[in-house]
């Protein structure tokens, strides 16, 4: 995952934006990828289970 940078162009010069949500964005996206593991594993027992 990569950061995007987000800027502000003005005749007085250009100014890099603070990104607050990035913080919790990249919590969201760490978490959601550890977990995924555990997901694909209850998935394919339900998967099982019904077929």
Request: proline fraction near 2%; aromatic fraction near 10%; hydrophobic fraction near 40%.
């Amino acid at each position: 995952m990569s950061d995007i940078k987000l800027f502000r162009y003005s005749p007085q010069g250009v100014a890099e934006l603070e990104s607050k949500a990035a913080v919790v964005e990249k919590q969201l996206q760490a978490l959601i990828e550890q977990k995924m593991e555990v997901y694909r594993i209850e998935l394919c027992r339900e998967w099982n289970a019904t077929y």
